[in-house]
């Protein structure tokens, strides 16, 4: 009897960070949870991604001793490699919408076009004065460094199945969850505190109206420990770390005091480039307000999620993409899955 192929587990989301790896797999139906793993790089915090012999060597690491299936997977463009930018398309324009966000790129982008992968999210109507216009969120990046890194991927045995972008995969690991009805019309603003940098994005329910990168992250962080309590920029780093995987009762409160003074200048600028944000989406995007922030990623924690909810007055909610599948609540730090999880929930 000819048996036919059956596959049981869908595409690993593959997440390459500048300071780890992490990849996440659900079964076909993408109902539970199949496989994961994180992967510290070397010299973690480094400022760019592993490229070359160093990506292949960092992927077969994570796959190390896990059980993923197949070789199919789900990549991302992150900020390094990213060019993004909105723009206002007038409403009475007769020519299609792809061919103008293409005019409109190609004077702004830092390369050649006839290099670039160019895509766009539209968002909603907008009022430019007394004229209608059409927001857009326009994306690229360079073709030439993008198959560099597919080519990586492939010599480390994993297939790329597509690419996406960060902020839509956090947005997808989130709305997968959230199912109710009132849930498809909330705005919700998505704040991802990477390594080196913040992604903001704002959304009504599965539509994306702004996305915003911070040059803000988990190092700017280290440096501000390292200065005020004089220590090197690893044992800053090992410091917050092991503070912040704490729960809130089993700290230490003169560490957790020391290190909210250390970091109390760099929360002051998260608070102020996040109030912009907020202020930009309530004058473009009239009509509803946000209802909540849901805070993730490497920096996610109970404290900075408290300060965010009293000095913005939203409240906030730590991110747990992978609260429907992990049935244990075994896995930790749960924050800084999102993006993988959005990554491997794509459908292809």
Same mark, same amino acid.
């Given at each position: 009897? =000819? +048996?036919?192929?059956?596959?049981?587990?869908?595409?690993?989301?593959?997440?390459?960070?500048?300071?780890?790896?992490?990849?996440?797999?659900?079964?076909?139906?993408?109902?539970?949870?199949?496989?994961?793993?994180?992967?510290?790089?070397?010299?973690? $915090?480094?400022?760019?991604?592993?490229?070359?012999?160093?990506?292949?060597?960092?992927?077969?690491? &994570?796959?190390?001793?896990?059980?993923?299936?197949?070789?199919?997977?789900?990549? &991302?463009? $992150?900020?390094?490699?990213? #060019?993004?930018?909105?723009?206002?398309?007038?409403?009475?324009?007769?020519?299609?919408?792809?061919?103008?966000?293409?005019?409109?790129?190609?004077? +702004? =982008?830092?390369?050649?076009?006839?290099?670039?992968? =160019?895509?766009?999210?539209?968002? &909603?109507?907008?009022?430019?004065?007394?004229?209608?216009?059409?927001?857009?969120?326009?994306?690229? &990046?360079?073709?030439?460094?993008?198959?560099?890194?597919?080519?990586?991927?492939?010599?480390?045995?994993?297939?790329?199945?597509?690419?996406?972008?960060?902020?839509?995969? =956090?947005?997808?690991?989130?709305?997968?969850?959230? +199912? @109710?009805?009132?849930?498809?019309?909330?705005?919700?603003?998505?704040?991802?505190?990477?390594?080196?940098?913040?992604?903001?994005?704002?959304?009504?329910?599965?539509?994306?109206? #702004?996305?915003?990168?911070?040059?803000?992250?988990? @190092?700017?962080?280290?440096?501000?420990?390292?200065? @005020?309590?004089?220590?090197?920029?690893?044992?800053?780093?090992?410091?917050?770390?092991?503070?912040?995987? @704490?729960?809130?009762?089993?700290?230490?409160?003169?560490?957790?005091?020391?290190?909210?003074?250390?970091? +109390?200048?760099?929360?002051?600028?998260?608070?102020?480039?996040?109030?912009?944000?907020?202020?930009?989406?309530?004058?473009?995007?009239? $009509?509803?307000?946000?209802?909540?922030?849901?805070?993730?990623?490497?920096?996610?924690?109970?404290?900075?999620?408290?300060?965010?909810?009293?000095?913005?007055?939203?409240?906030?909610?730590?991110?747990?993409?992978?609260?429907?599948?992990?049935?244990?609540?075994?896995?930790?730090?749960?924050?800084?899955?999102?993006?993988?999880? $959005?990554?491997?929930?794509?459908?292809?």
């Amino acid at each position: 009897m =000819i +048996r036919l192929p059956f596959n049981s587990t869908g595409p690993i989301g593959v997440d390459i960070g500048s300071r780890s790896i992490k990849m996440v797999q659900f079964t076909a139906d993408r109902q539970q949870l199949f496989e994961y793993a994180n992967y510290d790089l070397p010299g973690g $915090g480094a400022e760019s991604v592993p490229t070359g012999e160093s990506l292949q060597a960092a992927l077969k690491q &994570c796959m190390e001793g896990r059980r993923f299936r197949g070789k199919d997977a789900i990549v &991302c463009v $992150g900020r390094r490699d990213l #060019f993004l930018q909105n723009i206002r398309i007038p409403k009475n324009e007769t020519k299609p919408l792809e061919l103008l966000v293409q005019q409109e790129a190609a004077g +702004r =982008i830092p390369y050649s076009v006839t290099d670039a992968e =160019i895509r766009h999210f539209a968002t &909603c109507d907008v009022r430019q004065g007394d004229v209608a216009a059409q927001e857009v969120v326009v994306m690229a &990046c360079h073709r030439p460094t993008l198959e560099l890194r597919l080519e990586a991927i492939e010599a480390s045995g994993l297939r790329p199945l597509a690419v996406d972008v960060e902020p839509a995969a =956090i947005l997808r690991s989130y709305c997968n969850q959230y +199912r @109710r009805e009132s849930d498809i019309t909330d705005r919700v603003l998505y704040v991802h505190i990477g390594n080196t940098t913040t992604v903001v994005v704002i959304a009504e329910g599965e539509k994306i109206l #702004f996305i915003k990168y911070l040059d803000l992250g988990g @190092r700017q962080f280290d440096e501000a420990v390292e200065k @005020r309590l004089d220590m090197s920029s690893q044992q800053a780093a090992d410091l917050r770390k092991h503070n912040g995987d @704490r729960r809130r009762t089993q700290q230490d409160p003169e560490i957790a005091r020391s290190l909210a003074e250390a970091t +109390r200048p760099i929360v002051e600028k998260l608070l102020a480039e996040m109030s912009m944000c907020i202020r930009y989406h309530s004058v473009t995007f009239r $009509g509803k307000p946000l209802v909540r922030l849901v805070l993730s990623g490497g920096e996610a924690n109970d404290q900075l999620a408290d300060v965010l909810t009293k000095r913005l007055s939203l409240d906030a909610e730590l991110g747990d993409p992978l609260r429907a599948y992990d049935e244990t609540q075994q896995i930790t730090r749960r924050g800084i899955w999102d993006v993988a999880a $959005g990554l491997a929930l794509r459908e292809t």
